[in-house]
DNA sequence: ATACATACATTGTTATACTATGTATTTTGT
DNA sequence: ACAAAATACATAGTATAACAATGTATGTAT
């Protein structure tokens, strides 16, 4: 086994697949904070991301109108950025998981 | 829907998704050679590849270990460089598809 | 006081897909 | 016969995104 190029892989699986699940998870309507999705992504899927992946990821699918955000400030602390997903957004998704199923079940059939 | 932001999310899920889809056309115990690969890749996926993808990712597996290649002369026309998968090949292949299977689940899951 | 956790962000590096281009041979169309 | 397209390899330059490292600022725990 290439461990190495394993990892290697699995690093640039996350060029597409970071986005679908973090837009995923929005899509259940329910509103996120960024270092909060961190956590969420580790619970989930027991993949770690890195702050500087996620923040920029998110202001990218901010740019493209995909995800909305609102500061909302904290009793104590630091305020959050909570995020929700668009209407643009959930019929992108819609499209991409789409895209994602016909794929997966390609590659089973090879 | 945004049709930009899928046609570029397309284009980053190949980043992870064409080495593992290369392999596991390989991992049949066909021998292909790249121009080949690229015909059989759009049959099955509809997806076009560029040669100017093609070629470097094949070179790649190949430094990893993961393939092997023999040149072939024909006949007539230009000698085909015909790609199999190696041991090291296949016992990493077989791990990407059980990371690839348990993403999918926990995806699907979401 | 010091370290750790929370919460945002940017900079530089690396890996990979894509476009364009190049070389050479063979086949197809007119 | 000649031009265009297909076959079959390859490389160079560009864009994108993950990652490590670093930065700013606040709050909590030891």
Redesign the pocket.
């Known amino acids: 086994m290439n461990v190495e190029y394993k990892n ?5 699986l ?6 679908f699940i973090v837009l995923n998870i929005l899509n259940k309507d329910k509103e996120y ?5 961190i ?1 969420e992504i580790k619970r989930i899927t027991d993949i ?6 996620l ?6 699918l901010k740019n493209e109108n995909l995800v909305e955000h609102n500061w909302v400030e ?1 009793q ?7 995020y929700k997903i668009t209407k643009e957004g959930k019929s992108t998704i819609a499209q991409m998981k789409a895209y994602w199923d016909n794929l997966n079940q390609t590659i089973n059939s090879i």
């Open positions: 290697k892989w699995i690093s640039q996350k060029k597409g697949t970071l986005s904070y960024g270092y909060d999705l956590s770690d991301i890195a702050e500087g992946t923040y920029p990821l998110l202001i990218r904290q104590s602390g630091i305020p959050r950025k909570y």
